[in-house]
């Protein structure tokens, strides 16, 4: 009796330890990186950054799906405009610059023989202070760092 409920502890124990290394090694194969758009984008009137991240995640172990979520950061000016005195032309107001930390919504993606497809996108705005504002522009972006969070763990964008 004793050596059946050893051998099916260890059996228990060899089974999630396979099912915790498969959910740590979340990856991407080396011959299909990421794909990582960083663009200007108008949102009337303002124009915001978006940085982007789509492909496929492997090492999902036997999940029929994983959880994930883009966190970018880095460092970003914001322009500001306003209004001119009626001459039609905008007049820019003094720039900032500021460090921003931005997260994508969490997102549910299928998985299918420990691979799941992923695409999330962040958006980087910027923000104006004082009244009369007419809009603003993101520009001068740099990214310092980039990951996935995948049902709790990083997996680095960074060299992308």
């Known amino acids: 009796m004793k050596s059946v409920i050893l051998s099916f502890m260890v059996m228990l124990i060899t089974m999630v330890s396979i099912n915790t290394a498969n959910a ?8 299909e990186p ?12 303002n124009t915001d ?6 492909g496929t995640l492997y090492g999902c172990g036997n999940a029929s799906s994983v959880t ?10 914001t322009s500001c405009f306003v209004k001119g005195n009626g001459t039609g032309q905008d ?14 919504p969490s997102q549910t993606f299928d998985a299918t023989n420990g691979a799941a497809a992923f ?10 202070k004082g009244g009369g504002m007419d809009h603003y522009e993101v520009t001068g972006v740099t990214i310092t760092n980039a990951y996935l969070v995948v049902n709790g763990k990083q ?3 960074n060299g992308f």
């Open 68 to 77: 994930a979520y883009l966190v970018v950061e880095g460092t970003a000016s």
């Open 49 to 54: 950054f978006q940085y982007c991240a789509t």
């Open 155 to 157: 997996v680095s964008l």
């Open 119 to 128: 695409s999330l996108c962040v958006n980087i705005g910027g923000s104006c």
């Open 34 to 45: 990421p794909n990582i758009t960083k663009q200007a984008v108008y949102t009337n009137p």
């Open 91 to 104: 007049d820019e107001s003094v720039p900032g610059q500021s460090s921003f930390k931005a997260s994508s």
């Open 24 to 31: 740590q090694a979340v990856k991407f194969h080396a011959k």
